[in-house]
Structure formats: structure tokens, C-alpha cells
């Protein structure tokens, strides 16, 4: 099983709308409606952003969201702030009942 | 209010065996599934595998099956990660989650622990 696929970066503009997607397989994000993004700052432990493609969490910003499509998923950041900027991660659940992450892309905010 | 708090930081030989811990508290530690991600140096996160303490059954990542063990004592809310030998490859920090808004959504973390193997 191999890590879903993600850019190494973005980045945005303050104010501006960056999305990352992340690729997998029919075995994992095509197969199942359960990927979820997490967000982690250096030095820190990664945090939920979104769940269940499109869920959010108590206390994230609906600045925050996701979809699918086939096996590609998507987090878009909308007013993009000087918070965001931090590295992202996405993972699905896979038909081997475990979990897989993305490579990880690190957002930068100009 | 949920939380794990893992063990403290370990320098650790090639070779020797290791034990580390995440005890939960704040909620029901039997019904919800604790997973364990490596984080080597400047590198993404890797699942490793997957616990459900309620019954024990344990998932591993394929890459991870046979170098670590993961196992859950009821009776102390903790949840541990071993290796019976270590290896210069295994320095990496240690972080453990457990789902519980969603079944497959990892919602709480610890804090992480750092392993670093040496000669």
C-alpha cells in the first residue's frame, strides 16, 4: 500500500482560495467515504480538520472544506490567513482495515 | 475533556527493547479504536496500526507488521507501542490517536514521543 498522493506545496495570497488534492486508489479514497484531512504545525501533533470528506469538527473554521471525486479528494482553504500556513495531510481508511496518509503539502501564505 | 498523554522521551541503543505508552482518559477507552503514526525526521506522517481496546483486535500497516507490537490493558486506559529490537531506522516521534466524532476520524492526539536509537 503506498501513501496517497498530494503536491509538496501551495500556496496562496492572503485572502485567496488554495486547494490540495490527494489521490489514491479504488482501494482506499475511491472505495470509501472516509477521508479525512489534518493540519500540522512544526513541532506539533497533526489536528482534524475535516472527516468523512466533508465533515467539519467541532471548532474548525468552515474556511475548511472538502469533497471527492472518483479517487482524488480535496481540501480547499477559502481566506487564505497567516494561521493556514502549515503542512497538511490527508487519510483514508482502505479495504485492508487499516489507514493510509497523503505525502504532505506544506502551504505557504505569500 | 479527552485526552492522551504519551510516555516521555527515550534514547535507546540499537537492539534493545522498548515499551512505550498513551493513557487515555475522559472517555469510554473500551468502544473507540487508538492508532499509532510514526513521524521520522523532516518526513510525513505513516499509520502504523490500529487497536480496539474493547476486544483487542489489532490492525498493522502492512510495512509495520512484524517489527512492532501494539496492545491495550483495559484496566489502566493505556495503550502501548514495542519493539523488541531497535534499530537507528526506528528514531522517529510517536504519536497516538484514538477516534471518537466519527469511526474513522482521528480527533484526538498526544502529544508524541520522540524515540531516538544510537550507537
Known amino acids: 500500500q503506498s501513501a496517497l498522493t498530494q503536491p509538496a506545496s501551495v500556496s496562496g495570497s492572503p485572502g485567496q482560495s488554495i486547494t490540495i488534492s490527494c489521490t489514491g486508489t479504488?482501494?482506499?479514497?475511491?472505495?470509501?467515504?472516509?477521508v479525512s484531512w489534518y493540519q500540522q504545525h512544526p513541532g506539533k501533533a497533526p489536528k482534524l480538520m475535516i472527516y468523512?470528506?466533508?465533515k467539519w469538527p467541532s471548532g474548525v473554521s468552515n474556511r475548511f472544506s472538502g469533497s471527492k471525486s472518483g479517487n482524488t479528494a480535496s481540501l480547499t482553504i477559502s481566506g487564505l490567513q497567516a494561521e493556514d500556513e502549515a503542512d497538511y495531510y490527508c487519510?483514508?481508511?482502505?479495504?485492508?482495515?487499516?489507514?493510509?496518509f497523503g505525502t504532505g503539502t506544506k502551504v505557504t501564505v505569500l | 475533556e479527552v485526552q492522551l498523554v504519551q510516555s516521555g522521551a527515550e534514547v535507546k541503543k540499537p537492539g534493545e527493547s522498548l515499551k512505550i505508552s498513551c493513557k487515555a482518559s475522559g472517555y469510554s477507552f473500551t468502544r473507540y479504536w487508538i492508532g499509532w503514526v510514526r513521524q521520522m525526521p523532516g518526513k510525513g506522517l505513516e499509520w502504523m496500526g490500529i487497536i480496539y481496546p474493547g476486544d483487542s483486535d489489532t490492525r498493522y500497516r502492512p510495512s509495520f507488521q512484524g517489527q512492532v507490537t501494539i496492545s491495550a490493558d483495559k484496566s489502566l486506559n493505556t495503550a502501548y507501542l514495542q519493539w523488541s529490537s531497535l534499530k537507528a531506522s526506528d528514531t522517529a516521534m510517536y504519536y497516538c490517536?484514538?477516534?471518537?466524532?466519527?469511526?474513522?476520524?482521528?480527533?484526538?492526539w498526544g502529544q508524541g514521543t520522540q524515540v531516538s536509537v544510537s550507537s
Open positions: 490517536a484514538c477516534t471518537i466524532v466519527g469511526a474513522t476520524a482521528w480527533d484526538y
Open positions: 487519510s483514508s481508511y482502505t479495504s485492508s482495515s487499516t489507514y493510509v
Open positions: 479504488s482501494s482506499d479514497v475511491g472505495g470509501y467515504n472516509y
Open positions: 468523512d470528506v466533508s
